[in-house]
């Protein structure tokens, strides 16, 4: 099928689109800059060259965002662009890409990708709204930013089941080969874990020496994690790869 990939140029469309191509399909990714093999420019902030990018699209994975800009006018109001600019005759599927706990967590962020939800159930259009964990690099990044020096500071009691992207990228690739669901669907990785888990592993494999505390935050954030509010269903579809393999590179 003739399928579109906005967001093409971030980490998860970078392995998204080669798994879409690999499955026989027409893949084009959409960007703002259109760079890339298949790149189209389409600018989801402001409606620019949208029209053009999505023609002829029978499937999109809807996987752009803007988490560190303005997700109210990306990843809302550019999907409600996106809604607008697609053809409908033609439209078979839309697969968003959304995080799980987006409807849990207080969080500017994960409320925004709420409400792009929210405008994809309204349009009427053939969706399926995907909600992955979080994945793999960003767990590291995170954790990262988080040392001290020899110390690590963790949030105590926080859980999450972190993913990799190559299979977050092989459900998606399913999911937007079949049936719209009009509902969600989720997808995690194999293991939910502490954030004191996660950070000891990542000092074990990555910074030797460095010492994890847990400590205790207060908040109707820091509740929603402690609660496992990004924490996949029993119904939510899983990965095999655990962070450790990451961390070991296998």
């Known amino acids: 099928m003739e399928v579109l990939v906005t967001g093409g140029s971030g980490q998860l469309g970078r392995t998204l689109v080669p798994a ?6 027409d893949v084009r990714q959409m960007s703002r800059r259109g760079a890339g093999p298949g790149g189209v420019r389409g600018d989801l902030a402001t409606g620019r060259d949208l029209a053009q990018a999505v023609r002829g699209a029978e499937v999109v994975v809807h996987a752009a965002s803007d988490p560190r800009g303005n997700p109210w006018e990306v990843d809302v109001a550019g999907t409600r662009r996106l809604v607008q600019a697609l053809d409908r005759g033609r439209l078979r599927h ?4 959304s995080i799980v706990g987006v409807d849990r967590v207080p969080f500017g962020y994960y409320r925004a990708k709420y409400a792009a939800e929210q405008v994809l159930l309204a349009s009427g259009l053939p969706v399926t709204l995907a909600r992955v964990t979080q994945f793999h690099p960003f767990v590291d990044e995170m954790l990262t930013t988080a040392r001290r020096g020899p110390v690590l500071i ?14 977050a990228a092989g ?23 502490s954030a004191g888990d996660l950070a000891r592993a990542w000092a074990a494999a990555r910074e030797p020496g460095v010492r994890v505390v847990s ?16 924490l996949p269903g029993a119904r939510a579809a899983r990965g095999r790869r655990t962070y450790g393999e990451h961390l070991r590179g296998v």
């Not at 839309?94 to 890409?97: E, K, P, R, S």
């Not at 400590?215 to 990004?230: C, I, Y």
């Open 171 to 193: 459900f998606l690739t399913e999911l937007a080969g079949g049936q719209p669901t009009g509902d969600v669907v989720e997808f995690g990785g194999p293991e939910d874990l």
């Open 94 to 97: 839309l697969v968003y890409v």
């Open 154 to 167: 963790v949030p105590m009691g926080w859980t999450a089941a972190p993913v990799d992207v190559g299979e």
């Open 215 to 230: 400590t205790p935050l207060p908040g109707k954030l820091s509740a929603a994690f402690r609660e496992g509010g990004v």
């Open 20 to 25: 879409l191509q690999a499955a026989g399909h």
